[in-house]
């Protein structure tokens, strides 16, 4: 693989900050900020004029003025952030007010209603570069998907990265399995499957099993549930607002959910036996992953068929390569001793992984992973 995943913005903060500072002395629409709030799970701070302290104004994350106190407002230090919120639908004057006070956007309740509880939200988490989302699926049954995702989010806590693995197929028997956490505390998918519209970052991170310094989100043992997209949407984008990354482990059907899954990746890793059978098989699943991921890869898996190699896999399936997935002896064993794929960090499997988190997001930062379009494997 050349290259790393393209990403802009800052590190995402740690943690909850405070709600947005409210200025308005309008009782109503004070109640549907204060309910929008609510609804973001955030705490505002609440004026009916700017802030004797010039702080105030300055340091907050965002800044909701109603109309009735715009002009009050005048003279505030320019600042991102700043929006004019108000219900009159047809107010001639409100573009002017708006310049007045350097907001940023005219927003009308309740047409805006959706869209400002994401915003509030994003503050009060204080949102910042989202997550490198990574996908792995298996080009056929019994590529090693699952261990390879495990490994990836395991070698990524280990270096420091704020780390999510999310189980995406529910038909694997449960990634926890794999780190040996099937037992811990913690929620699983059957909570989240009703889920729609915001989850909290935060919240979904506290809630999730901790094993191996990194979170899961795995399934129940005790009963099947199919998880509709706008919880899948719901759960995906709350673990991107986190920040570090995510790996998700997901199945070779693509249904709706999937879907959902699949357009929140940076880029999907395809797992490929070296034979002919599973390439022929990859190919299907490359087609239908195809029409959702733009960045879709290939790691090669040994042993080979005679004649093949990775870059013959790769070149077969007409995607980039990442490298050859070694072979790890003794991995069956030191999981029934407890450690995960990816555990050892002197391992070959781990030394692959840390590679690719080497180049795929350098020091936790951002550069260029398109390089890798043109093919070429992991050094």
């Not at 959910?257 to 022929?280: K, M, N, T, Y």
Request: glycine fraction near 14%; proline fraction near 6%.
């Amino acid at each position: 693989m050349a290259g790393s995943i393209a990403r802009e913005g800052r590190s995402n903060a740690e943690g909850l900050r405070g709600g947005p500072l409210i200025v308005t002395e309008d009782v109503l629409l004070l109640d549907d900020l204060l309910r929008l709030c609510a609804a973001a799970g955030a705490v505002p701070e609440v004026h009916h004029g700017p802030p004797a302290q010039r702080s105030g104004w300055e340091q907050a994350p965002m800044v909701l003025v109603g109309d009735d106190a715009a002009q009050r407002c005048r003279g505030m230090a320019r600042r991102r952030g700043v929006m004019l919120v108000g219900r009159e639908q047809d107010d001639p004057d409100v573009w002017r007010r708006a310049v007045e006070i350097g907001a940023e956007y005219v927003l009308r309740l309740p047409e805006s209603e959706g869209w400002l509880v994401d915003q509030i939200g994003n503050a009060a988490e204080g949102v910042g570069r989202p997550a490198l989302t990574v996908g792995v699926m298996g080009g056929r049954g019994g590529s090693g998907a699952s261990t390879l995702a495990c490994a990836l989010a395991v070698t990524a806590a280990r270096s420091g990265r704020r780390t999510l693995l999310v189980d995406g197929d529910p038909l694997g028997g449960g990634i926890d399995v794999l780190l040996g956490g099937e037992e811990s505390e913690g929620m699983r998918w059957p909570d989240f499957a009703r889920s729609k519209g915001r989850v909290g970052g935060s919240a979904l991170e506290e809630s999730l099993p901790a094993l191996h310094g990194l979170r899961v989100l795995s399934w129940g043992r005790d009963s099947e549930v199919t998880v509709p997209p706008p919880a899948m949407q719901a759960v995906l984008a709350a673990a991107r607002r986190l920040g570090g990354v995510v790996v998700v482990d997901l199945p070779r059907r693509v249904d709706e959910s999937v879907a959902e899954a699949l357009a929140q990746l940076d880029v999907g890793l395809l797992v490929v036996p070296g034979d002919l059978r599973a390439v022929a098989a990859a190919k299907r699943v490359a087609s239908a992953v195809g029409a959702v991921l733009d960045d879709l890869r290939v790691v090669a898996r040994g042993p080979y068929t005679a004649g093949l190699d990775e870059q013959w896999v790769a070149q077969a399936l007409g995607l980039p390569l990442v490298g050859d997935l070694p072979q790890e002896a003794g991995l069956s064993a030191a999981q029934d001793s407890g450690m995960p794929p990816g555990g050892s960090s002197r391992g070959p499997l781990a030394r692959f992984c840390t590679a690719f988190w080497d180049l795929a997001d350098p020091a936790a930062g951002a550069a260029d992973f398109t390089a890798g379009r043109s093919g070429g494997g992991m050094p």
